[in-house]
């Protein structure tokens, strides 16, 4: 009996043991191993390789989702990223009408280049520098490419530390690998975006830029070129004084020719004499072509120093119409006033050809070219409209210009603004209307 209490005893003891050992492994897991006979069940389990490869799939899918999450965010980020190149390029293309405007408005800060001006120009709100946003771009796509470099190396060594089937590991790393092709397709498709937006924006510049220049060429071309005046030949020279260092000067020479006609309104406040209307010398021939009225003489038009006198008279203090025309055959000429032809000749410088590379001079008479002038010879008044023809104009031709029916300039030297310059003193104004001149006359 008392054996078998004992015997009862040990037992309940053994089996409440039992039971405490049961309750510890709930709650984690409940495994039925069989465990070999010669095994002492005292002894500790080998690592049950069922439970740690299933810690490990819930760790890589634990990355893998964070993975996912990262594509998800960096799509985000090229989504805003492609916004901002639209916004980049509307404000650019926004910024260059604004500029345009302000040129038109010529508030645009007159000379110089745009390229030199731009930087201090207005451009919106637009980044002083798209590079500063290529730059964030690409520190974004490097730190993305570092954390996936790292989740890789991590996973390469926890792979072969842990001991979990090859078949899993084939799978993570094919399902990385796929991730990886995605992030880095992104990453070259924003690489890609990145440099066509630089080269857009540099394309875009350039066009900009050159665009402006033009403009800025043309307005400094116009406001240098196209005078002051209604039109470039609406303008006279004015000379108001006798002097040998005022007179104004014609920046064109002229080429070698066989004929001329030269015709010029003047207008003289000076007698007797008007003095010289113009002068064209030529090195070794200062008296090439001469207009000259020298005290009481009569007019005089002089080729290669030879005289013709004409039966001019012009020095009523009116405006006047003048032509003289000449050619080398039997060097004829013919003079006309107010339209009318007063008289011709023959044997002026016959078969000489007008020498080229001089200097024409309005209002006074050279000794040497371009200078060595005579106060007593100076035209003194207001002289405009000096056209020069290689060619004999027709009557009628001088007569329509005369009497205002028509202008023409002259086909080698034409009287525009920017081709005439002034010294001394000499000034330019405004032309009154031909009927004005005409009336006057
Ligand atoms: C790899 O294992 C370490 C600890 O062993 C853990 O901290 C890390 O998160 C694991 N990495 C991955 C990607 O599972
Ligand atoms: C941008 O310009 C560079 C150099 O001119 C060129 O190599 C590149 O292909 C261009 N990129 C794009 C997207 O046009
Ligand atoms: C001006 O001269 C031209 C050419 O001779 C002539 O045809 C025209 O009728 C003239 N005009 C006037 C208003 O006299």
């Given at each position: 009996m008392l054996v078998f209490v004992v015997g009862l005893l040990y037992f309940y003891a053994l089996g409440s043991g039992r039971i405490v050992r049961s309750n510890d492994i709930?709650?984690?897991?409940?495994?039925?191993?069989?465990?070999?006979?010669?095994?002492?069940?005292?002894?500790?389990?080998?690592?049950?390789?069922?439970q740690s490869t299933s810690a490990q799939e819930d760790e890589l899918r634990g990355t893998v989702m964070q993975l996912r999450e990262t594509v998800l965010q960096q799509r985000e980020t090229?989504?805003?990223?492609?916004?901002?190149?639209?916004?980049?390029?509307?404000?650019?293309?926004?910024c260059e009408t604004a500029?345009?405007?302000s040129l038109h408005d010529r508030k645009y800060p007159g000379q110089g280049s745009w390229s030199q001006d731009h930087g201090k120009n207005t451009m919106g709100d637009l980044p002083r520098d798209p590079a500063e946003t290529i730059d964030h771009l690409g520190k974004t796509m490097q730190g993305l490419k570092d954390r996936l470099g790292n989740l890789e190396q991590q996973i390469q060594v926890n792979a072969s530390t842990a001991a979990h089937s090859s078949e899993m590991r084939e799978l993570l790393k094919s399902r990385l690998s796929e991730l990886e092709k995605q992030l880095l397709g992104k990453v070259s498709e924003l690489e890609e975006e990145k440099s066509q937006l630089?080269?857009?924006t540099a394309a875009h510049r350039h066009r900009t830029e050159s665009t402006l220049n033009q403009l800025l060429e043309?307005?400094?071309?116009?406001?240098?070129?196209?005078?002051?005046?209604k039109s470039p030949e609406e303008f006279k020279l004015s000379l108001p004084l006798r002097t040998n260092y005022?007179?104004?000067?014609?920046?064109?020479?002229?080429?070698?020719m066989y004929a001329f006609t030269i015709c010029m309104w003047l207008k003289s406040s000076s007698s007797p004499g008007i003095g010289t209307p113009f002068s064209y010398g030529v090195p070794g021939q200062a008296n090439e072509i001469v207009l000259i009225e020298w005290g009481t003489n009569p007019m005089e038009l002089l080729v290669n120093d030879k005289v013709a006198q004409l039966p001019l008279s012009v020095g009523d203090g009116h405006w006047?119409?003048?032509?003289?025309?000449?050619?080398?055959?039997?060097?004829?000429?013919?003079?006309?006033?107010?339209?009318?032809?007063?008289?011709?000749?023959?044997?002026?410088?016959?078969?000489?050809?007008?020498?080229?590379?001089?200097?024409?001079?309005?209002?006074?008479?050279?000794?040497?070219?371009g200078g060595r002038f005579d106060a007593t010879q100076?035209?003194?008044?207001?002289?405009?409209?000096?056209?020069?023809?290689?060619?004999?104009?027709?009557?009628?031709?001088?007569?329509?210009?005369?009497n205002c029916s028509s202008y023409m300039p002259g086909n080698v030297v034409p009287w525009v603004d920017n081709n005439v310059e002034v010294f001394g003193g000499a000034t330019k104004w405004a032309l009154e209307m031909c009927e004005d001149r005409l009336y006057d006359s």
């Amino acid at each position: 009996m008392l054996v078998f209490v004992v015997g009862l005893l040990y037992f309940y003891a053994l089996g409440s043991g039992r039971i405490v050992r049961s309750n510890d492994i709930k709650g984690t897991r409940f495994v039925c191993s069989a465990i070999p006979k010669n095994v002492d069940p005292n002894c500790p389990l080998p690592p049950n390789p069922v439970q740690s490869t299933s810690a490990q799939e819930d760790e890589l899918r634990g990355t893998v989702m964070q993975l996912r999450e990262t594509v998800l965010q960096q799509r985000e980020t090229i989504v805003n990223q492609q916004g901002t190149i639209k916004e980049l390029t509307s404000k650019l293309s926004r910024c260059e009408t604004a500029a345009l405007d302000s040129l038109h408005d010529r508030k645009y800060p007159g000379q110089g280049s745009w390229s030199q001006d731009h930087g201090k120009n207005t451009m919106g709100d637009l980044p002083r520098d798209p590079a500063e946003t290529i730059d964030h771009l690409g520190k974004t796509m490097q730190g993305l490419k570092d954390r996936l470099g790292n989740l890789e190396q991590q996973i390469q060594v926890n792979a072969s530390t842990a001991a979990h089937s090859s078949e899993m590991r084939e799978l993570l790393k094919s399902r990385l690998s796929e991730l990886e092709k995605q992030l880095l397709g992104k990453v070259s498709e924003l690489e890609e975006e990145k440099s066509q937006l630089y080269n857009e924006t540099a394309a875009h510049r350039h066009r900009t830029e050159s665009t402006l220049n033009q403009l800025l060429e043309r307005i400094t071309e116009l406001e240098k070129g196209t005078s002051k005046f209604k039109s470039p030949e609406e303008f006279k020279l004015s000379l108001p004084l006798r002097t040998n260092y005022l007179y104004g000067r014609i920046k064109k020479s002229l080429p070698e020719m066989y004929a001329f006609t030269i015709c010029m309104w003047l207008k003289s406040s000076s007698s007797p004499g008007i003095g010289t209307p113009f002068s064209y010398g030529v090195p070794g021939q200062a008296n090439e072509i001469v207009l000259i009225e020298w005290g009481t003489n009569p007019m005089e038009l002089l080729v290669n120093d030879k005289v013709a006198q004409l039966p001019l008279s012009v020095g009523d203090g009116h405006w006047h119409h003048v032509c003289v025309t000449w050619t080398t055959r039997d060097g004829y000429w013919e003079a006309y006033q107010d339209g009318e032809k007063l008289g011709s000749g023959e044997n002026l410088a016959p078969w000489h050809p007008i020498k080229p590379g001089g200097a024409i001079i309005l209002g006074q008479e050279q000794d040497i070219v371009g200078g060595r002038f005579d106060a007593t010879q100076a035209f003194v008044g207001e002289l405009s409209q000096f056209n020069v023809w290689d060619r004999v104009l027709r009557p009628a031709d001088i007569e329509s210009l005369a009497n205002c029916s028509s202008y023409m300039p002259g086909n080698v030297v034409p009287w525009v603004d920017n081709n005439v310059e002034v010294f001394g003193g000499a000034t330019k104004w405004a032309l009154e209307m031909c009927e004005d001149r005409l009336y006057d006359s």
